[in-house]
């Protein structure tokens, strides 16, 4: 079965501190592809990254970066220097061919950043 | 702004009731996702139109329905409202079909209070 845990619940940082949201995947698949969202207060869903199974390769965009490991079933997101516009929820989601592309969510990491 | 517009932004109502929600997706794009976010059940996928055809449904109860219009807008039609179904409702589109990689631009939601 499909399945993306993100083990944390909360996090509270502290304004320019680096924090790293883990993100675990389950597929029986070997084409799927991951995605990260952000949930800001307003509560739009804000796409920020899209990943395929067959691209190892990290991503870094401005602040933030992105770890994909596929030995370890993780594609855990980076951002460094945080700031307070970085408060959020942050979704990582699954979509693979047995459920052709629907989103499956992971319950999400809440991001307090503190000035 | 993603491009995808949901009407209402807010929804009260009395349980027993029937509400409609309005999602209109980015132009082009003739994929429509309906979401459901919810505290205890987190985001979960409810139905996908494909140009008008249904193309996928999740764990859409028989009390919701859904359609895609010839304009490519979508409603999503909840009765008999009961106050578990008190949520965020996400529309979102991509310009793909049943593709697992296809990128998915989310509305801002219509958050559905019962009471």
């Given at each position: 079965?499909?399945?993306?845990?993100?083990?944390?619940?909360?996090?509270?940082?502290?304004?320019?501190e680096d924090v790293?949201?883990?993100?675990?995947?389950?597929?029986?698949?070997?084409?799927?592809?991951?995605?990260?969202?952000?949930?800001?207060?307003?509560?739009?869903?804000?796409?920020?990254?899209?990943?395929?199974?067959?691209?190892?390769?990290?991503?870094?965009?401005?602040?933030?970066?992105?770890?994909?490991?596929?030995?370890?079933?993780?594609?855990?997101?980076t951002?460094t220097a945080?700031?307070?516009?970085?408060?959020?929820?942050?979704?990582?989601?699954?979509?693979?061919?047995?459920?052709?592309?629907?989103?499956?969510?992971?319950?999400?990491?809440?991001?307090?950043?503190?000035? | 702004?993603?491009?995808?517009?949901?009407?209402?932004?807010?929804?009260?109502?009395?349980?027993?009731?029937?509400?409609?929600?309005?999602?209109?997706?980015?132009?082009?794009?003739?994929?429509?996702?309906?979401?459901?976010?919810?505290?205890?059940?987190?985001?979960?996928?409810?139905?996908?139109?494909?140009?008008?055809?249904?193309?996928?449904?999740?764990?859409?109860?028989?009390?919701?329905?859904?359609?895609?219009?010839?304009?490519?807008?979508?409603?999503?039609?909840?009765?008999?409202?009961?106050?578990?179904?008190?949520?965020?409702?996400?529309?979102?589109?991509?310009?793909?079909?049943?593709?697992?990689?296809?990128?998915?631009?989310?509305?801002?939601?219509?958050?559905?209070?019962?009471?």
């Amino acid at each position: 079965a499909q399945k993306v845990t993100q083990a944390q619940t909360e996090i509270s940082v502290v304004e320019k501190e680096d924090v790293t949201l883990d993100c675990v995947y389950e597929t029986r698949d070997t084409t799927y592809y991951l995605f990260w969202y952000k949930q800001p207060p307003s509560g739009e869903l804000v796409f920020l990254i899209r990943r395929n199974s067959f691209d190892e390769q990290n991503e870094i965009s401005g602040r933030y970066s992105w770890n994909f490991q596929k030995s370890t079933s993780s594609f855990n997101f980076t951002i460094t220097a945080s700031q307070v516009v970085d408060s959020a929820v942050y979704f990582c989601a699954l979509s693979d061919r047995y459920n052709g592309d629907k989103l499956i969510f992971g319950t999400g990491t809440r991001l307090q950043v503190f000035p | 702004d993603s491009g995808v517009t949901q009407t209402p932004k807010h929804l009260i109502t009395a349980t027993g009731q029937r509400v409609t929600l309005r999602c209109s997706p980015r132009s082009g794009d003739l994929s429509v996702y309906w979401y459901q976010q919810s505290l205890d059940q987190g985001l979960q996928f409810l139905i996908q139109y494909y140009n008008g055809e249904e193309r996928a449904k999740g764990n859409i109860l028989e009390r919701f329905s859904a359609q895609q219009f010839p304009d490519l807008h979508s409603e999503l039609n909840l009765s008999s409202l009961e106050l578990g179904d008190s949520a965020l409702y996400f529309c979102a589109s991509s310009d793909g079909g049943a593709n697992p990689g296809d990128i998915q631009y989310f509305g801002a939601g219509t958050r559905l209070s019962v009471l």
